[in-house]
């Protein structure tokens, strides 16, 4: 059995089953999906949808939460603060897919399945979060805010290498390119942290903040493998 970390889907439906097909996904995996399945892409509830339909299925799909669940949350909530921010962050596509004009009016059953996401999950040698961990605690797994928001920059440098011992890091959150990506593989060892995030739905996007991203990236926990799927929505 395979354990598979995949993040930042961004409503990329159609790359997102581009790379389950591409890693011979079946029943006998377990995949851990590290938040943002909403915003930005074209099909945000076909996302949910998706994992809904593969969960059905009998496949092993666990889900986190990231800050573009919590943005519709507090949107869905009626927090203004919150809905601003989440407008800015493309949350008007993720209204589209559901064919809604308000965030309140998104379906329960998928506002509860956001509200039910939890914020890591430590399975076998690897701690998965969306963003990051909080090093300038104790317990860096007790600041839930800071793992759906904190940037890799921010915390990189402050991993406290007693607490993790022999674990490793998986997070999304942060756009890297490929290249970036690759790199940090390559030090798995020593760094024990690893940024899944390839930035897949900025494949149309050609700012220079953005170059190289545009795929969809997956982890296999159990082989420590990488694998990459270029945007095809």
């Known amino acids: 059995m395979r354990k598979i970390a995949i993040t930042d889907i ?24 590290l938040g943002d399945y909403v915003d930005r892409g074209p099909d945000s509830k076909g996302v949910i949808d998706l994992v809904f339909e593969l969960r059905e ?14 943005l519709v ?6 927090d203004f603060t919150g809905l601003e921010r989440w407008v800015l962050s493309d949350g008007k596509k993720t209204m589209d897919s559901f064919g809604v004009s308000q965030c309140s009016d998104i379906p329960p059953k998928y506002l509860d399945f956001m509200q ?14 969306h963003g990051g961990l909080d090093f300038s605690r104790p317990d860096p797994l007790s600041n839930l805010e800071v793992m759906c928001w904190i940037r890799n920059w921010d915390w990189y440098g402050q991993v406290q290498y007693d607490w993790l011992g022999d674990r490793t890091i ?17 030090s798995l060892d020593i760094d024990r942290y690893l940024d899944l995030d390839a930035g897949c739905v900025f ?6 903040n953005k170059e190289g991203l545009g795929v969809l990236c997956a982890f296999d926990m159990s082989n420590r493998t990488l694998e990459f799927q270029p945007y095809v929505d």
């Open 57 to 70: 299925k009998g496949y092993a799909v666990q889900c986190l939460r990231g800050n573009h669940e919590e």
């Open 170 to 186: 998986l997070h999304g959150h942060t756009p890297m390119a490929t290249q970036h990506i690759e790199n940090q593989y390559l």
């Open 73 to 78: 949350l507090r949107a869905a909530g009626n």
């Open 10 to 33: 961004h409503g990329c439906k159609k790359t997102f089953l581009a790379l389950l097909d591409k890693l011979s996904f079946s029943r006998s995996d377990e995949l851990f999906l």
């Open 116 to 129: 039910s996401l939890p914020y890591y999950i430590e399975t076998e040698g690897y701690i998965l979060v």
């Open 203 to 208: 494949a149309e996007q050609r700012f220079s």
